[in-house]
């Protein structure tokens, strides 16, 4: 001990907790996050999101579905349209026959569950395979009319097969 008394009331650089740079970050990511429409956290990557295919892909989507208007989501290979959002993700794999429900948009096929929230379309025939989120709150049976306006995103995938068995 050098003999000087105790400091207290005093902390350490190190004790205050994560440096202002850091917080800002975070935040300015949060509020990015929110006024994309869907949230990172609702929306992960496909496994082959960076497939060239997918790219070309995504170059043909529309810039409205439903009447909504594109917004950006900081997720590869993926799009979203309106609030709350039709998400669009691209790169999943090809998708092998199924008993589930299949829908023909446009030259498209598409696996169709609707089963939960939000309506899930997954094209079918196409490697990389595409998904398409829509919210109920454009209504069930509304649902299918995203894929009217997406149907070109599917075409531009590799065609692996013509129609699906269900």
């Known amino acids: 001990m050098t003999g000087r008394p105790p400091v207290t009331g005093r902390r350490s650089r190190r004790g205050r907790g994560p440096a202002p740079v850091t917080l800002t970050v975070a ?10 429409g869907a949230s990172p956290a609702d929306v992960a ?5 960076g497939d060239p295919a997918c790219a070309a892909a995504l170059a043909a989507a529309p810039g409205t579905v439903l009447g909504r208007n594109r ?4 997720v590869a290979g993926t799009l ?6 039709v998400v669009l993700r691209c790169g999943l794999p090809r998708q092998p ?3 589930q429900r299949c829908l023909s948009v446009n030259g498209a096929d598409w696996i169709v569950d609707t089963t939960g929230d939000p309506v ?6 196409r490697d990389p395979a595409v998904e398409v989120r829509v919210p109920l709150a454009v209504g069930r049976a509304n649902a299918p009319s995203a894929l009217v306006g997406l149907a070109p995103v599917a ?6 097969s013509h129609t699906c068995v269900g």
């Open 71 to 74: 917004a950006p989501l900081p």
């Open 155 to 160: 075409a531009a995938l590799p065609a692996t």
């Open 45 to 49: 990557a496909a496994p082959r999101a």
């Open 120 to 125: 899930v379309f997954t094209s079918y025939g």
């Open 27 to 36: 935040l300015v990511t949060l509020v990015t996050a929110c006024s994309d």
């Open 80 to 85: 979203a349209w309106g609030e709350p959002p």
């Open 97 to 99: 026959p199924t008993p």
